[in-house]
């Protein structure tokens, strides 16, 4: 269990929110933990009583990053940005090591911008066989492991791209990176900014959610990092889209020690603070929307641009004694689902199915329900459409598809207008 702050390792902390969710249970992680801010440093992160060999496992079976490929625009545009910063301040022949590089799109890219002589570490075989069969080397390994002799001290860059805020102990992480790096080498790394949560009209799942359990800012980043050798050469905010903001930062590694002052961060939890107010009444406002979505009317849906139904006030007047019986499927078991079980109405529907795209997920089960193909769908059950990320598309493969089952996208209503 992590409850000592990950960075100034001190124990007094106060709890800013508890997070629930609907974790199944192959993940083998805990159903909840409280988001923190310790009094010390000012570091926000997620008290777990996950384990180290919970998430080890977590990251080496339920693996959703080698399989489908990530196409949101923030992710297209942050790998843009990246592999610009990479050309500025790294040189075609120089070494390169990707660590958690996932479906390896970032390092696609480098090699088409003609650097060759680039690898990648992953604690996923398929992430690894994947990269491998398009000529690029790859090793399996995971960022907590002391590195194999042959690769120590060898590369002159190491980028780290939406790992650390993974990571449980991502100080030791740390010092197992600079053991990769040749004496002033230097680590690109990529991390949400939780410290410009002000404007964040996102959904609380995007940024609280199983995987995300270190919410770093500028200030605590830099405070991890220059306690183990890296000192800052770069630094650039990125807004990407539907991601929200990310910190990008070049830092240079050296052995020998450099005197450095922890500064406390001050902001980081006054940002997560007024997200999750805003966040406050989404609860509501979800349960709202179902209670209003004509959801088991028989012409529902969007489609053709929705119908009117009797339906909506009946089921408005009765919600309780007809405890939703009918059947209904849900699209999508990504953390949005998982939070809305939780803590929604969506919790309370008679869940025939889930049904998702990704074939690692496909006959597994979220809620004691099975997740099926969409091969799979059986016809007029209704289906709620809940995907965190341009839900359209999903409607888009329904209509394309000739699935003719009445659909809703379920949006989190708080968006709207902001
Ligand atoms: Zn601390």
Redesign the pocket.
């Known amino acids: 269990m992590r409850t ?7 124990r007094s ?1 106060k709890i800013l929110k508890t997070m629930r969710f609907a974790i199944p249970e192959y993940f083998h992680l805990p159903n909840h933990y409280d988001v923190v801010v ?6 926000c992160f997620a008290a777990t009583e996950a384990a180290m060999e919970d998430y080890e496992h977590y990251y080496e079976v339920c693996n959703f990053y080698s399989g489908v490929p990530e196409e949101s625009e923030g992710k297209l545009m942050l790998d843009q940005k990246l592999a610009g910063l990479v050309e500025k301040v790294v040189s075609p022949e120089d070494s390169l090591l990707d660590i958690g590089f996932g479906a390896g799109n970032l390092l696609r890219l480098l090699k088409q911008k003609g650097f060759h002589n680039i690898f990648g570490l992953d604690p996923s075989e398929d992430s690894v066989a994947r990269i491998r069969e398009e000529g690029i080397t790859a090793y399996l390994g995971s960022v907590f492991d002391e590195p194999d002799g042959s690769l120590r001290r060898r590369f002159d860059c190491v980028l780290l791209i939406a790992v650390l805020e993974h990571l449980l102990y991502p100080e030791s992480s740390v010092r197992h990176i600079s053991d990769y790096l040749k004496e002033g080498g230097k680590l690109i790394i990529s991390v949400p900014n939780y410290a410009d949560l002000f404007d964040d009209c996102s959904l609380i799942a995007n940024h609280f959610n199983q995987e995300h359990i270190n919410y770093f800012s500028p200030v ?1 980043l830099d ?1 991890l990092l220059n306690a183990n050798g890296f000192y800052k050469m770069e630094n650039s905010d990125a807004n990407v889209g539907d991601m929200g903001t990310e910190v990008l930062a070049v830092y240079c590694y050296t052995s020998n020690k450099r005197s450095f002052e ?1 500064v406390k961060d001050d902001v980081c939890h006054k940002s997560i603070a007024e997200f999750f107010k805003r966040n406050d009444n989404l609860e509501k406002a979800i349960d709202e929307e179902i209670l209003s979505s004509n959801l088991y009317a028989s012409s529902l849906c969007t489609r053709g641009g929705g119908v009117q139904c009797e339906n909506v006030s009946l089921l408005k007047t009765h919600a309780s004694e007809h405890e939703y019986k009918r059947p209904v499927y849900i699209w999508g078991t990504g953390a949005y689902t998982m939070w809305l079980l939780t803590n929604t109405l969506v919790g309370k529907l008679n869940i025939k199915a889930f049904i998702d795209n990704n074939p690692t997920r496909v006959g597994k089960e979220l809620d004691g329900k099975r997740i099926i193909s969409p091969d799979e769908i059986e016809p007029d059950i209704p289906i709620i459409v809940c995907v965190m990320k341009c839900p359209e598309k999903v409607a888009d493969q329904i209509e394309r598809s000739g699935i003719t089952n009445p659909y809703y996208l379920l949006r989190g209503t708080h968006r709207e207008g902001v």
């Open positions: 000592s702050c990950p960075i100034c390792k001190s902390h310790c009094a010390d440093c000012g570091f605590s405070n922890r």
